[in-house]
Structures are given as structure tokens and as C-alpha cells.
């Protein structure tokens, strides 16, 4: 499907209130997005029970992302490559990709909010210093309710060494309620620490974590986000359990029946009125 056609179907999903969405990336053994596949590709489940594909698209489609940056003092000697990092993501969007910049420190800071304008996001970016503790697990759970509000595809990138100070919210909570919100969420944890919470975060919304050692490692965990994000499969389906109660949770799964390709895709959803 053209790029146009994609991004006319993304919306026309935005606005069927029967239909379920879900964003699939579908990778190859060494992480390179698959193109070319077709709607009959994929198998969908929902509750274990196969669901028909109403509606399908493959393309770039609208994306809101929000790049969340942990401005700590425990960040300190990482603070600067994670900006060069986050400026490197901001130049490769596209110019109607909207961006918006958060600073993670003892409060969480909107440093520039939901904008196509990236050089003032690149600018905010520049201007960010070290300050303050982290409340990571508050900070990203309030990243995630704001982007949810956000429209077109949604994504949070959070770059933090992983480290947790005087948040109300229990990493229990914040896996619970980003699979209930249509974020896409990508962690990238920075000075060798895999916080098992990032690496749950990034599988129940159909993200993928990123683990970095040296700051050299950074740009390139960035920018491959940027790749990926470019392209992946929209897929909608009219549930067979759109009568269920409101609330209730309803379990996805995507596969392509092909053994050389990985699917991820946010693993279910809370049924709504």
C-alpha cells in the first residue's frame, strides 16, 4: 500500500470505535524490518480464538513520539551523549512526525511539547543539564497517559541507567497500566543494567528494549528505533467479544507463519463502550 494510502487507513482506524488496532513490527534475525507482507501473512488471536482482518495497511503511517531523557545526577556522565543521541532521532523523523521532549529529573519537565517544529525540540534537547533524582517509575507512567492523548501512531522513548528514587508507583502498576494504554514504549537503558520492569514495559506494549554499555552505543540505539519505527503493519479487526463488559481484558497475539521473522505487537487490550 502507498504511503498515502497508509496514512488515509491509519486514520480511518482511528475513528472505528468497533474496531481493534494493533501495530505490529515484524523483524528478521538480525532486527531488519520485513516488508512486503500482505494482510493473509498474519494470524491473529484474540482470548486464543483466531480473529478476522477487517482492515489492513503497511507504510509509514503518523507518528507521535515523545523522547524522555533521565537529566539525574546519576546520569551525569551520560547526560551528553544521550542528547546527541536524542537530537540524532529528532533530524531522522519526518518532517509531520510529531515530537515532543521530556526531562526526567526530581519533576518530570515538559521541555517542548507535541510539535512538528523539531528544531525547537533539537533546541530544547541542547538545552538540558543535569539536575535532580529520579522518580522513573512516576515519570513514565505520566509520559505514557500524556502521549496516549496524542494522536496517530504512539510511541515514548525513556533513556535512563534504569535507577528508581521515591516514586509512588511500583514497577508492578506501571507494567499494568502502560498494557492497558496503545503506547508503544522503548527503554533504553543505559551503563549495563537490564531493570527486568524496562524489559516487561517494552514487551506488553510491542516495543523492544535497548541495552548500552558504552555511550558510543547510544545514536545508533536511537536512530535504530527511528528505523523501526518507519515502518511497520497496521492491523484491524472487529472483535468477537465486543459485547464483553467494559474493562475487561482481552489477550492479543500477531504471527506470521514464517520461522526466520519475529512479530511484536502490544500483547492485549482493556475492552471500552
Same mark, same amino acid.
Given at each position: 500500500?502507498?504511503?498515502? %494510502? +497508509?496514512?488515509? =487507513?491509519?486514520?480511518?482506524?482511528?475513528?472505528?470505535? #468497533?474496531? @481493534?488496532? /494493533?501495530? !505490529?513490527?515484524?523483524?528478521?534475525?538480525?532486527?531488519?524490518?520485513?516488508?512486503?507482507?500482505?494482510?493473509?501473512?498474519?494470524?491473529?488471536?484474540?482470548?486464543?480464538?483466531?480473529?478476522?482482518?477487517?482492515?489492513?495497511?503497511?507504510?509509514?503511517?503518523?507518528?507521535?513520539?515523545?523522547?524522555?531523557?533521565?537529566?539525574?545526577?546519576?546520569?551525569?556522565?551520560?547526560?551528553?551523549?544521550?542528547? %546527541? +543521541?536524542?537530537? =540524532?532521532?529528532?533530524?531522522?523523523?519526518?518532517?509531520? #512526525?510529531? @515530537?515532543? /521532549?521530556? !526531562?526526567?529529573?526530581?519533576?518530570?519537565?515538559?521541555?517542548?511539547?507535541?510539535?512538528?517544529?523539531?528544531?525547537?525540540?533539537?533546541?530544547?534537547?541542547?538545552?538540558?543539564?543535569?539536575?535532580?533524582?529520579?522518580?522513573?517509575?512516576?515519570?513514565?507512567?505520566?509520559?505514557?497517559?500524556?502521549?496516549?492523548?496524542?494522536?496517530?501512531?504512539?510511541?515514548?522513548?525513556?533513556?535512563?541507567?534504569?535507577?528508581?528514587?521515591?516514586?509512588?508507583?511500583?514497577?508492578?502498576?506501571?507494567?499494568?497500566?502502560?498494557?492497558?494504554?496503545?503506547?508503544?514504549?522503548?527503554?533504553?537503558?543505559?551503563?549495563?543494567?537490564?531493570?527486568?520492569?524496562?524489559?516487561?514495559?517494552?514487551?506488553?506494549?510491542?516495543?523492544?528494549?535497548?541495552?548500552?554499555?558504552?555511550?558510543?552505543?547510544?545514536?545508533?540505539?536511537?536512530?535504530?528505533?527511528?528505523?523501526?519505527?518507519?515502518?511497520?503493519?497496521?492491523?484491524?479487526?472487529?472483535?468477537?467479544?465486543?459485547?464483553?463488559?467494559?474493562?475487561?481484558?482481552?489477550?492479543?497475539?500477531?504471527?506470521?507463519?514464517?520461522?526466520?521473522?519475529?512479530?511484536?505487537?502490544?500483547?492485549?487490550?482493556?475492552?471500552?463502550?
Amino acid at each position: 500500500m502507498a504511503i498515502g %494510502a +497508509a496514512r488515509a =487507513a491509519a486514520l480511518q482506524f482511528a475513528s472505528g470505535v #468497533d474496531l @481493534v488496532e /494493533v501495530y !505490529a513490527t515484524v523483524t528478521d534475525a538480525r532486527g531488519e524490518p520485513i516488508t512486503g507482507l500482505t494482510a493473509t501473512s498474519f494470524k491473529l488471536l484474540e482470548d486464543g480464538e483466531p480473529q478476522t482482518i477487517a482492515t489492513f495497511a503497511a507504510g509509514e503511517f503518523p507518528l507521535s513520539v515523545a523522547v524522555s531523557i533521565d537529566r539525574s545526577f546519576s546520569m551525569r556522565r551520560w547526560l551528553e551523549p544521550s542528547k %546527541a +543521541a536524542a537530537r =540524532a532521532f529528532v533530524s531522522a523523523l519526518r518532517p509531520d #512526525d510529531r @515530537v515532543m /521532549v521530556l !526531562a526526567i529529573g526530581s519533576e518530570t519537565q515538559t521541555i517542548a511539547p507535541f510539535s512538528s517544529d523539531h528544531d525547537a525540540a533539537a533546541a530544547a534537547i541542547d538545552r538540558l543539564d543535569t539536575w535532580g533524582t529520579t522518580p522513573l517509575y512516576d515519570a513514565v507512567l505520566a509520559a505514557i497517559r500524556t502521549v496516549e492523548n496524542a494522536t496517530g501512531r504512539r510511541a515514548l522513548i525513556v533513556a535512563s541507567d534504569g535507577v528508581d528514587r521515591y516514586s509512588e508507583t511500583s514497577p508492578t502498576t506501571l507494567v499494568s497500566e502502560a498494557r492497558r494504554r496503545e503506547v508503544l514504549v522503548y527503554p533504553i537503558a543505559v551503563g549495563g543494567a537490564r531493570p527486568p520492569v524496562l524489559v516487561e514495559l517494552a514487551a506488553v506494549t510491542g516495543a523492544r528494549p535497548s541495552f548500552v554499555k558504552d555511550a558510543r552505543e547510544l545514536t545508533p540505539a536511537f536512530t535504530s528505533i527511528a528505523r523501526e519505527l518507519r515502518f511497520q503493519y497496521l492491523l484491524g479487526y472487529s472483535s468477537s467479544h465486543k459485547g464483553s463488559p467494559e474493562g475487561e481484558w482481552h489477550s492479543i497475539q500477531v504471527s506470521v507463519g514464517r520461522a526466520d521473522v519475529r512479530v511484536r505487537a502490544r500483547d492485549g487490550y482493556v475492552s471500552r463502550r
